[in-house]
């Protein structure tokens, strides 16, 4: 399944619903600015049978990681239909810009605690085997979340 038929078969509210901090600023479409919100899109497609450990560690780690980092946590996914249902965690992530978020993203993957948990969680082999990002900004249509 491609990315344009993935991104169609999510709803938009659900996507981008009122989850987000109302802190955030938009940016126009287009602006090309690194200095406006933007928000990321990640699909991480697990290896046979891992999306459960995946799961718990983003319930019991990951997700207040994103956090300490700067990261604001959207709304997460799992798809419910084939191909991609069993296999794959669907994730957006709000940043302040995308400077922050390559200096957030940065920070994140140094931070011992995150090598440790990751360390730990492949114990029995690793858990994603390919991930997929989109950088995001709001339309000047678009409600402000």
């Known amino acids: ?28 479409a287009g602006s090309g600015s690194t200095s406006g919100a933007v928000y990321e899109l990640r699909i991480y497609h697990a290896y046979e049978g891992k999306l459960d450990d995946l799961l718990t560690r983003f319930r019991e780690h990951t997700t207040r990681l994103f956090e300490k980092h700067g990261m604001k ?8 239909d084939d191909p991609l249902k069993g296999k794959t965690l669907i994730y957006v992530v709000a940043h302040p810009s995308r400077d922050a978020a390559t200096a957030n993203w940065k920070a994140f993957v140094e931070d011992p605690e995150w090598i440790s948990v990751r360390d ?8 994603v ?4 990002s989109t950088f995001m900004v709001l339309t000047d249509f678009s409600p402000a979340l």
């Open 1 to 28: 399944m491609n990315r344009r038929r993935l991104l169609q078969s999510i709803p938009a509210l659900a996507l981008l619903g009122q989850t987000a901090s109302a802190g955030l600023q938009a940016t126009k």
């Open 73 to 80: 946590n959207v709304g997460y996914w799992t798809p419910t």
């Open 120 to 127: 730990k969680s492949e114990a029995n082999g690793k858990l």
């Open 129 to 132: 085997e390919k991930v997929d």
